[in-house]
């Protein structure tokens, strides 16, 4: 009975972000603006869905960085348990790749989605179709990542690592 409550509870939490008016490119900042209503498990619950379903995240880089910093209590619900059993198995160092702008290669402020596809990581920048460059404009970049720094691995099409750079790497 306490996941069917949980899972109304996140029905009911969905409805801040995808409620009248929002829509993919202003879900993050529906987040932000009531993310203090939530803890726990339910403030990494609304932060992954509104992440995952939000386009135009690259200027919300810092805010997304934070949020995904937050020390807030119940980490672990970021993932579901298949996720943290993968990210468990996985080699201690691995590859991840990042479609990008060119600029944002050449500023070293990289956002935090990268993927262990390298052909996720090209059709974001040369295939998808909401992308702000022209994709003349695109690159992918590749990283060897410790799987220790990595923040949340998210199953699926995208295969998606949250991984922040720190300063001086």
């Given at each position: 009975?306490k996941n069917k409550g949980r899972e109304i ?20 900042s529906r987040f932000l603006h009531v993310q ?35 020390d807030e209590p119940e980490k672990s619900c ?92």
């Open positions: 009975m509870m996140k029905d009911q939490l969905d409805l801040l972000i995808f409620g009248r008016g929002i829509n993919t490119y202003n879900r993050f203090h209503l939530v803890h726990g498990w339910q403030f990494w619950h609304l932060l992954r869905t509104a992440y995952e379903n939000a386009d135009g995240l690259y200027i919300y880089r810092q805010e997304v960085r934070d949020a995904f910093l937050k970021l993932m579901k348990p298949e996720e943290h059993r993968f990210l468990a198995s996985m080699d201690p160092v691995v590859t991840v790749h990042r479609g990008m702008s060119i600029a944002e290669k050449e500023s070293g402020d990289f956002g935090v989605s990268w993927t262990l596809s390298r052909q996720k990581a090209e059709d974001f920048s040369f295939e998808y179709w909401r992308a702000p460059f022209r994709s003349e404009e695109m690159t992918v970049m590749t990283l060897e990542v410790s799987v220790s720094d990595v923040i949340a691995y998210f199953s699926g099409s995208q295969r998606q690592i949250i991984y922040i750079q720190s300063t001086g790497k």
